[in-house]
Nanobody, 124 residues
Framework: QVQLVESGGGLVQAGGSLRLSCAAS????????MSWFRQAPGGEREFVTG????????YYVESVKGRFTISRDNAKSTLYLQISSLKPEDTAVYYC?????????????????WGQGTQVTVSS
């Protein structure tokens, strides 16, 4: 089993920046990829960006390219999401998720582990 704990959320003014963290513990050797999802008020949870744990290749949805940067520190088993030029529409609960080896390669689904989420609120 893998446990994921997000942190770093908060209230930020539009135009500001924020870095979210997701600390993984447990059988971290069972992580093949990790991603960030978000769920806006009244909306569905949506994929934002992902990273392969080995190799570090990344994938972003088009709408966040240039403002969101995903990274990871393998030694610390920690995933990060740097968000710049925050917009009110970025307001959401942000979740990290992890895939075990053998899970489908589709970035958008088939995650094995989830964190509890961290709230990001952007004021205009």
């Amino acid at each position: 089993q893998v446990q994921l704990v997000e942190s770093g959320g908060g209230l930020v003014q539009a135009g500001g920046s924020l870095r979210l963290s997701c600390a993984a513990s447990g059988r971290t050797s069972n992580i093949a990829a990790m991603s960030w999802f978000r769920q806006a008020p009244g909306g569905e949870r949506e994929f934002v960006t992902g990273i392969r744990w080995l190799g570090g290749s990344t994938y972003y949805v088009e709408s966040v390219k240039g403002r969101f940067t995903i990274s990871r520190d393998n030694a610390k088993s920690t995933l990060y999401l740097q968000i710049s030029s925050l917009k009110p529409e970025d307001t959401a609960v942000y979740y990290c998720a992890a895939k075990a080896p053998g899970s489908a390669s589709n970035w958008y689904r088939d995650y094995d582990y989830w964190g509890q989420g961290t709230q990001v609120t952007v004021s205009s």
